[in-house]
């Protein structure tokens, strides 16, 4: 049976960078940037250390969205904004509200911050076929 989903509902996803995220997230996605792997190569890079890719923590917000509509083949479009690194031992919590539902499709609106309450991601849109 589907769900009734309307404008206005919420959804909550909750994911951490455990210390070894950013490596295993370099072998799938081949982004070895050192600022990922190496904590001396961030810090030079003035970021204090290892940071996540940001492809996935883009990846953790369409996450969110997919088990909300409960299908990840029904993500049809997105558009998001970082504005904060997300560094090893980070737990995020992604927050959803449904903005709009018109012509099959569900648009909803994503943020994200880590557990000190700092946003690393704000005003994702996406959008998702019902």
Known sequence: MARDIQAGDTFTHVRE???YRPIYYAGASGDYNPI???PEAGKAAGLG???LQGLCTLGWAVE???VFVGDPGKIR??????SRPVVPQDTLT?????TAIADGRLTAEVSA???RGEAV???AIIEAVL
């Open 113 to 115: 911050t880590n557990q």
């Open 64 to 66: 969110a969205v997919a």
């Open 94 to 98: 992604f927050e959803g509200r449904v």
């Open 36 to 38: 990922h792997t190496d």
């Open 49 to 51: 250390g290892v940071i």
């Open 121 to 123: 991601l704000k005003g």
């Open 17 to 19: 960078c455990d210390r």
């Open 77 to 82: 479009r997105v558009k998001v904004r970082f």
